[in-house]
Structure formats: C-alpha cells, structure tokens
C-alpha cells in the first residue's frame, strides 16, 4: 500500500460518524439500484411470457402482408413442411397451428363481432396458459365438433353460459358464407379485456372446414425454451425459410413486432425508473461533494502546513480523490452485496401482486413476480453511482489546486 493510500485511509476515518453515513448512503443507493433494477428486468420477463403464452407466442410465421392486413387468404399453406423446420431447433420448447378470422357471433338475444381462432386442443395447451384459465366448463379436448371456448366478458354480453348455442356468421377464405353453430364447452378469464371481450375459440379441424382452409392455417405460433432464444430461433427460421415451399412468401415475426403495445409500454416504464434511479445517484452525489466540501474547509489549515513543507497540489488532489473513491467503493461493494442477497430471496418466493397494478392486469399478471438478478441488474447501478460520485468529488479535489500556502496557513 503507497504511502498517499495509507494517507487516505487514515484520514477517512478522522470522522467516523461522518464517513459511516456516507458510506451508508452510498450502500443504500446500490443496494436500491440492485433491487429495483432486478425487480424491472424480473417484472418485464413476466410480463412478456404471460402475454406471448396467452395470445401470441415468442414468434409467429406467417404469411408476408398478414399481420399488417388480417386477410383470411393471406395463408401458410404448408403447415406440415414449417412443423419438420421446427423440430429441427433445439431452442423451441413448442409450437401450435392457427387459423383466424373476423366473424359475427350471435346468441338468442345479441350479436356481436369477434375474432374467431381456430386452435389444435393437444399442442394449444403445450403453447398456451389458456386451458388453466378456464372458469367455467372445461377445455377443449381433441376429437371435439362444434364447440367453442368463449371469454367471460363476451360471455356475459351475450347472456351466455355452458352448453347454450352459438351462431357463427362470416366469409370463408373462398368468399362463400361461414356459417355454423357451436355450443359453449368452457368461458376462460384471462385478465387482458381486450382478449376475454372479442375471442373465441373453436378447434382447428372445425374451423378449417367452416371457412374453407383447404389444410392452410394464418399462424405458426412458437414458444421458445426461454426469452434469450428468441433471436437465436428467429435467425434460424429466417435462414430455412426461403427452402420450404409456399404459395405465399412467409415471415417470421418475434414478440417485439406482433406486441408493440407491450414493448412500448415496457419502455416507458424503464424510461420512469431511469429517472427515479437517476435522481437517486444525484442524492447521493451531493452527500459526496458536501462531504468532501466541508473536509476541505476543516483542513485548509492542514493542507496550507503540507504545501509549505513541499507536498504538491497535484498530490493533496490525489489523496483526496483516493479518499472519495475509498468510501464510495466500501459503500458499493456493501450494497451488491446487500441487494443480492435480498433480490436472490425475492427471486425464489416472489411478490404476491394480485389485484395490486391495473398495467399489469392488462397483460395477464395477477399473481406472483420474480425479481431476477443479473450481471446487467447487479452492476449498471453501483456503476453510475461510482462514476457520478466520483465526478462531485473532483470538484472540491480540484479546490486544492487553487490554495496558496500561507493563506490557507491563516485559515482557522
């Protein structure tokens, strides 16, 4: 250890109580910065998962111009040929076959529009949380005709309940009328109203038949083993897809660009938080520069002695700014260490949030969130505050440079 180290050191503990409650701030603000940056990321991938695994899937492959038009003949008409192409990435957990299209529902007393989606009950489940939100009935099973899964706002709009009749109105994919009646097997509650307010689900092989499909689905729908392979699998598809034959070229879309209401929002919380936490480090910014200011006044007699006898400006600054980085680095390491243990707690038994954020709500969450900590969540935050912290403390550092000698010497 040099000697303006051992310097340093020593002069950083001449106020204790002074230095405890720097160090203290310091910690609480990483410690803060850790925690709630986890419990962002954590929140942000929970929120992510639920929605895909409600509507839309990590992915979707789909015809070029469908998700900007919902055309019903914008097809894959290859289903089968995309399914070998996925058995091939080792990423994608599972996958479903969908067929969609806007259509009238009619009870015995109202009609309204929907969006009719035909889904494969057996690989459905493997994609979807769907099947466990159901509230009443039970679930679509895999040699069903004719039957519907509804949303418990269209249900109650309708004046529907288990085993009453729907009459399904539409334009099939050949421009002929789709026109069936379906009996209400299960009345889901997902959370989102949007989805429970104008969906319906009956099974593939009945809406295939209903609006003239001739085999073809409009959406290929993927889940990935995890939120990091979504790239990963994305890429993969874009490089084997110009192989599979198709009447219609394809496109492969991830959760960013078939949920951009979600990314948006995403984005403006994280752009809130960044504020909040910026705000914090300037706190603890100026607990620093007023530290440092008010040593500097109480050793201006000090540091007037130790230029006279020859120690240079440039050295005093030194000592300082070692000082400063000193305590900001015991506060740091501190607060990691704190904050991770309390996020890796947190990261195991969750935060109970039911009922507790309309936002969330919206895209299903109304259970339990998972702070998770990562290398990003564990240091982005200790980072800026060494970084801001170090920029107040240059400041009165910096105030050496301009002292004289017998000035300071006269300095009570």
């Given amino acids: 250890m040099s000697i303006d180290t051992k310097m340093a050191w020593r002069n950083i503990w001449r106020n204790t109580r002074r230095t405890v409650l720097t160090i203290s701030a310091i910690a609480f603000a990483s410690l803060l910065l850790v925690f709630m940056l986890s419990f962002q990321f954590g929140s942000y991938e929970t929120m992510i998962n ?60 109202r009609t309204y529009g929907v969006l009719v989606t035909g889904v494969d009950p057996a690989r459905e489940a493997r994609v979807s949380r769907l099947k466990s939100l159901i509230r009443r009935g039970t679930y679509l099973s895999a040699g069903d005709i004719d039957q519907a899964l509804v949303g418990n706002i269209i249900a109650r709009n309708l004046r529907i309940d288990i085993g009453d009749e729907l009459t399904i109105l539409g334009q099939a994919r050949d421009g002929s009328i789709a026109a069936t009646v379906a009996r209400v097997k299960g009345i889901y509650s997902s959370g989102i109203d949007d989805f429970d307010r104008a969906t319906i689900q009956i099974p593939l092989g009945t809406f295939q038949e209903l609006y003239s499909m001739q085999g073809a689905v409009h959406e290929v729908v993927i889940i990935a083993a995890s939120l990091a392979d979504v790239d990963d699998i994305k890429a993969g598809i874009k ?3 110009p192989a599979v034959k198709s009447k219609r070229q394809l496109t492969v879309l991830d959760w960013n660009e078939l949920m951009p209401g979600l990314c948006q929002s995403i984005e403006m919380d994280l752009i809130s938080g960044l504020i909040f936490y910026l705000l ?114 240059l400041y009165p550092a910096l105030r050496v440079q301009r002292m004289h000698p017998v000035e300071a010497m006269r300095a009570v």
């Fill in 50 to 109: 639920t929605s895909v695994k409600i509507q839309t899937g990590h992915l979707q492959i789909q015809a070029d111009d469908y998700q900007e038009k919902k055309n019903i003949r914008s097809v894959v008409s290859n289903p089968a040929d995309l399914g070998i192409l996925l058995d091939e990435i080792p990423q994608v957990e599972s996958y479903t076959l969908r067929g969609q299209a806007f259509s009238l529902v009619s009870s015995r007393e």
């Fill in 239 to 241: 490089t084997a897809l």
């Fill in 280 to 393: 914090l480090v300037l706190v603890v910014a100026f607990s620093i520069l007023n530290t440092f200011l008010m040593a500097i006044f109480e050793r201006t007699r000090e540091f007037g002695v130790l230029m006279a006898l020859g120690t240079t400006p440039g050295r005093l600054t030194k000592v300082l700014l070692i000082e400063s980085m000193a305590m900001t680095l015991l506060g740091i390491v501190a607060g990691i260490t704190i904050g991770s243990l309390i996020t890796l707690y947190f990261q195991t038994h969750g935060f109970d949030i039911s009922g507790a954020s309309e936002l969330l709500s919206q895209f299903g969450i109304s259970g339990r969130i998972y702070p998770k900590l990562t290398w990003l969540s564990a240091i982005s935050g200790p980072l800026a505050v060494l970084v801001i912290t170090f920029l107040a403390a």
